[in-house]
């Protein structure tokens, strides 16, 4: 496997499920994000992780939590969603420099989310 | 005040013509700058990054005026397979890793 890989691809889940998505990244990077993308509206930005550290929450409703085991792995776990929830989610990556400067992120397929 | 804004578009345009688009941004400490591009149903994927001195490859010629706070991208002899979706990206301030994205542009090539 190359690049960034996600799964599942489409998850259609009730408002009272429980459920998670998987991302892993191959290409050595030490940041990890989370976005969400609804219809016609920009990414929204839910979570960073940078040196497997949390650093950005963006006010994301606590019923998303995401998880960092390690530089590579980037999960999100759902739980008691809405249906203003159904959306594209988005897992990149991407290196920080020492300098603080960046490369560019790097995007995994998303998963379709659906909630009924 | 939205931190990056695009006009949705669409551009429809025919196969060969020209097609330029902008893209501004509300934080002038914003240093690095990107043009994303998104195939429906697809992720994001990088068409190119956008220098101060403006910069070309092949087709695709983005251009950085820090003044107006805008981009621009230019494509050329444009292709069916040009129709997508471009995403005007931004980062928030100096050093800061973290992207604003625009809502995107929509072109459609027409043969």
């Known amino acids: 496997e190359t690049g960034v890989t996600q799964t599942p691809r489409h998850l259609v889940m009730g408002m009272t499920n429980k459920k998670s998505l998987k991302c892993e990244q191959h290409l050595g990077h030490n940041a990890m994000y989370w976005y969400k993308q609804s219809a016609k509206k920009p990414l929204e930005l839910m979570f960073v992780y940078s040196l497997e550290e949390r650093v950005e929450n963006n006010s994301v409703p606590s019923r998303f939590s995401p998880e960092c085991p390690n530089s590579s792995h980037l999960f999100l776990h759902l739980h008691t969603l809405q249906p203003e929830d159904s959306a594209l989610y988005l897992c990149a990556s991407s290196q920080v420099l020492t300098s603080g400067k960046y490369n560019e992120q790097f995007f995994g397929p998303g998963t379709r989310l659906t909630v009924l | 005040r939205k931190e990056v804004e695009q006009d949705p578009g669409p551009f429809n345009v025919p196969e060969g013509a020209t097609v330029a688009f902008n893209c501004t941004y509300s934080n002038s400490a914003s240093q690095s700058f990107f043009w994303y591009r998104q195939d429906c149903r697809k992720e994001p994927k990088l068409l190119m990054s956008v220098y101060s001195s403006g910069n070309e490859d092949g087709r695709f010629t983005a251009q950085l005026n820090r003044a107006s706070q805008y981009i621009s991208l230019l494509i050329r002899d444009s292709k069916l397979s040009d129709s997508a979706t471009y995403l005007c990206?931004?980062?928030?301030?100096?050093?800061?890793?973290?992207?604003?994205f625009g809502a995107g542009t929509t072109v459609t090539v027409r043969a």
């Open positions: 990206v931004v980062n928030r301030q100096v050093n800061d890793y973290k992207l604003s």
